[in-house]
């Protein structure tokens, strides 16, 4: 189910007895969690005794079921949610496809997964609560967020906002998306600090706003060390990833590299379909010049070269995630990809 289908239905009072949702959208979680507390709980002073939040990564699957099965205290009925619920064992999943097939109907299981349960890069099979909760349809619904990349991004972004009574203009909007990436909730977070930079009872996020909090430092930064890869002067681009580090996230600067290397893949297939420079930098919205530049830097690097070292990307991510060493890791990186170029 659509993410936006589903938060209507909550919203019309149709909360089913158990919903899972799973994709990397931290911020649909909360959203999603937040549309269910309301609808259950009109009064927020019950959702202190019937609302229990657990972590599938500290819990079991009987307790999970057996939390469901609690009669609510106060409530017309129980929420029990679940986050990070793709660590819950796989031993554990009788009893939850049991009661699936008979959910507690005064409660309502919510079960958020951080990642996508499908299989992919990342994972062989689908995970096993994919083949349980659809089981027990219609008590059930599975939701998938959404990829919005480009102007839909832009847009939700705005419309987001505005639940957060929060005006974002179109130019800031555009802004956000290009500097900072396509997380949804650090979007999200940027725009309530941008909000902020106008005053405490500012309302409104322009472009102003944007640049003074999220600062061109960043981007200037950035396209610093993206040009050192395509020149591959590896000593300026490790210099430039150590001044990086010293001020932004390791996950955020990974990101914008990974970023830069998908946009340089689509550059390269576009291109190889005939498309010209102009059309490319009309999709992408660049100037031609940086097209140009692009596709010089990339020569006669072929599609499965360009494969490669997003698979890299991806593979520093996991260890990032692992607790890797984050300056190392990413060091490695960039020697690889000066290498690659």
């Known amino acids: 189910?659509?993410?936006?289908?589903?938060?209507?239905?909550?919203?019309?009072?149709?909360?089913?007895?158990?919903?899972?949702?799973?994709?990397?959208?931290?911020?649909?979680?909360?959203?999603?969690?937040?549309a269910v507390s309301?609808?259950?709980?009109?009064?927020?002073?019950?959702?202190?005794?019937?609302?229990?939040?657990?972590?599938?990564?500290?819990?079991?699957?009987?307790?999970?079921?057996?939390?469901?099965?609690t009669l609510p205290f106060g409530a017309a009925a129980r929420l029990v949610a679940v986050r990070h619920c793709q660590a819950l064992a796989a031993k554990g999943s009788e009893a939850l496809d049991e009661y699936a097939k008979q959910?507690?109907?005064?409660?309502?299981?919510?079960?958020?997964?951080?990642?996508?349960?499908?299989a992919g890069r990342e994972r062989k099979s689908d995970h096993w609560l994919l083949g349980v909760v659809p089981s027990a349809a219609?008590?059930?619904?599975?939701?998938?967020?959404?990829?919005?990349?480009?102007?839909?991004?832009e847009e939700w972004l705005r419309q987001r906002a505005q639940l957060d009574g929060l005006g974002v203009s179109e130019d800031a909007a555009r802004l956000l998306?290009?500097?900072?990436?396509?997380?949804?909730?650090?979007?999200?977070g940027e725009v309530r600090k941008a909000a902020l930079a106008g005053g405490p009872d500012n309302r409104t996020v322009g472009e102003p706003q944007v640049r003074a909090v999220?600062?061109?430092h960043r981007v200037s930064g950035v396209f610093d060390l993206t040009r050192a890869i395509e020149r591959r002067d590896l000593g300026v681009a490790l210099r430039t990833l150590d001044a990086l580090l010293a001020t932004e996230e390791p996950m955020m600067i990974l990101a914008l590299l990974t970023r830069?290397?998908?946009?340089?893949?689509?550059?390269?297939?576009?291109?190889?379909?005939?498309?010209?420079v102009e059309q490319i930098a009309r999709i992408l919205r660049r100037p031609p010049a940086a097209v140009e530049a692009l596709l010089a830097s990339l020569g006669g690097e072929a599609a499965p070269a360009l494969g490669r070292t997003l698979r890299r990307c991806w593979e520093v991510e996991r260890a990032l995630k692992s607790g890797g060493e984050s300056r190392a890791e990413l060091a490695l990186l960039v020697s690889e990809l000066c290498d690659a170029r």
Not at 8 to 30: C, F, I, W
């Open 1 to 34: 189910m659509d993410p936006t289908v589903f938060m209507r239905e909550v919203e019309r009072g149709k909360t089913p007895a158990l919903a899972l949702v799973h994709g990397a959208d931290a911020q649909l979680m909360d959203d999603l969690l937040a």
């Open 260 to 276: 830069e290397l998908r946009t340089a893949w689509t550059v390269h297939a576009w291109r190889r379909r005939g498309q010209s």
């Open 138 to 153: 219609p008590a059930s619904v599975v939701v998938e967020p959404v990829v919005r990349r480009g102007r839909a991004l």
């Open 38 to 69: 309301r609808a259950l709980f009109p009064d927020p002073g019950h959702a202190a005794f019937d609302r229990e939040i657990l972590d599938g990564r500290e819990v079991s699957v009987e307790h999970v079921v057996s939390a469901a099965l």
């Open 177 to 188: 998306v290009q500097w900072v990436g396509d997380d949804p909730a650090v979007l999200l």
């Open 214 to 216: 999220v600062g061109e």
């Open 103 to 118: 959910p507690n109907p005064t409660s309502v299981l919510l079960l958020l997964a951080d990642e996508s349960l499908r």
